[in-house]
């Protein structure tokens, strides 16, 4: 088993930045590709971004793109999102994710490991 922990949500004012970690412990040994997921209020949980174990692969959704920066330290076992020029439609819960899978994907169902997720508000 793996288990997931973030850190780093809080509440920021937009144009503003946040950087969230994820350090993974137990059979770190399996993981392959990492992600960020969120879920906003009423809303489904979507992707955010992907990175693969060596971090030569990296895939972002639309609405990040060009804002967010997925990476990841493997000695330390922990993922990272930062966030910059943040929007009040940045706001929601970021979960992170893990999976034995060699490839980075945008699907739920790619990852079996899932931390509880952090808050992130941003305010206009």
């Known amino acids: 088993q793996v288990q997931l922990v973030e850190s780093g949500g809080g509440l920021e004012q937009a144009g503003g930045s946040l950087r969230l970690s994820c350090l993974a412990s137990?059979?770190?040994?399996?993981?392959?590709?990492r992600a960020w997921f969120r879920q906003a209020p009423g809303k489904e949980r979507e992707f955010v971004s992907a990175i693969n174990w060596s971090g030569s692969s990296r895939s972002y959704a639309d609405s990040v793109k060009g804002r967010f920066t997925i990476s990841r330290d493997n000695a330390k076992n922990t993922q990272y999102l930062q966030m910059n020029n943040l929007k009040p439609e940045d706001t929601a819960v970021y979960y992170c994710?893990?999976?034995?899978?060699?490839?980075?994907?945008?699907?739920?169902?790619?990852?079996?490991?899932w931390g509880q997720g952090t808050q992130v508000t941003v305010s206009s």
């Open positions: 137990g059979r770190t040994f399996s993981i392959g590709a």
């Open positions: 994710a893990a999976g034995e899978i060699t490839y980075t994907s945008d699907r739920q169902r790619s990852y079996e490991y």
